[in-house]
């Protein structure tokens, strides 16, 4: 068995994903990857004066998330600034 009998496609995630990402964002916690805090995503500091919105940690104000609505319709979440998100399912 080698690694291409492992792999499936990302469309196999399909049903996961939809678990995760359809879910109260707000009550999740979240942990910062720039300092490690640990704080509900309702706590973070949000700017809209960015082209897109801006998530900011509590604690350091390392940017956590940014998400852009894109004019053809697409959404556009870059989480980088999380190290991990906790939420109730
Ligand atoms: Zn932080």
Sequence with gaps: MDDADLRLDGNAAAGLLSEIFAV??????????????????????????APGAVLRCP???AVLMCVVQLPNGGLVVELSGIRSIRMST
């Excluded at 704080?39 to 973070?44: D, R």
């Design 59 to 61: 604690n350091c104000t």
């Design 24 to 49: 109260e964002m707000t009550t999740a916690t979240e942990t910062c990857a720039g300092c490690g805090a640990t704080n509900v995503l309702a706590a973070a500091q949000l700017y809209m004066q």
